[in-house]
């Protein structure tokens, strides 16, 4: 079945400091990709999206490549700041999971000033 | 934007008593999903319902649990005997279709607390 697999946390960077957060999937066919985050105390919010092979979805200065060739989907962002302290979780959907979407199991990130 | 809404934000409730979480979902979404997260744990899924019918679950989603849409606007998850390892954070989320690259709209959550 479909899974998703994210770098383990927590991550503690200063602020402007250049993130990463490693996701990688197996999947059949051709699952779109997600990013959520959340933020403490609230919901799941999609961060962004890409749904087709080396298509890059990008917001609020965060960017993640479709690779298909290395399945994977990493999230990067040049600066960080204390407000984009979160958990962040990699997710999927489709390939043989039809509608529902399969999330890795986070990384929490702190940014410290 | 539009929202996904969830009450109560905070239920507790004593072993062995049924609740109800209730959700409202965008208005013109036909995909309704339950997923939960234990503290400090990943985001499972549960449940997803389509055309008044599961459409899918998971192993956690068992003969204790049920979902129902009692009426055009409202989707509900029941617990019938709540057990201590229920305790988490329930997200209900709707999608306009199935298609994968739509996303789900979540709502903000119902803590429950078993004690």
């Known amino acids: 079945g479909n899974s998703v697999t994210q770098m383990e946390g927590p991550v503690t960077l200063s602020e402007e400091a250049f993130l990463t957060i490693n996701c990688t999937y197996t999947?059949?066919?051709?699952?779109?990709l997600f990013w959520y985050v959340q933020y403490p105390g609230e919901g799941l919010q999609l961060l962004l999206k890409a749904t087709k092979a080396d298509d890059k979805g990008s917001n609020k200065g965060f960017e993640a490549t479709y690779r298909k060739e290395t399945t994977s989907f990493h999230l990067e962002k040049g600066s960080v700041q204390v407000s984009d302290s979160a958990v962040y979780f990699c997710a999927l959907r489709g390939g043989t999971s039809y509608d529902k979407v399969i999330f890795g199991p986070g990384t929490s990130l702190s940014v410290i000033p | 934007e539009p929202e996904v809404t969830q009450t109560p934000s905070h239920q507790v409730t004593q072993m062995g008593q049924e609740v109800i979480l209730r959700c409202v979902p965008i208005?013109?979404?036909?995909?309704f999903y339950w997923y939960r997260q234990i503290l400090g744990q990943k985001v499972e899924f549960l449940v997803s319902f389509y055309n008044n019918e599961i459409s899918e679950k998971s192993e956690i989603f068992d003969d204790q649990f049920s979902v129902e849409r009692p009426d055009g606007s409202n989707f509900t998850l029941k617990i019938r005997s709540t057990k201590l390892e229920d305790s988490a954070m329930y997200f209900c989320?709707?999608?306009?279709?199935?298609?994968?690259?739509?996303?789900?709209?979540f709502g903000s959550g119902t803590q429950l607390s078993v004690l």
């Open positions: 999947a059949t066919g051709y699952p779109s």
């Open positions: 208005s013109n979404h036909l995909y």
């Open positions: 989320a709707s999608s306009v279709g199935p298609t994968t690259n739509e996303k789900l709209f």
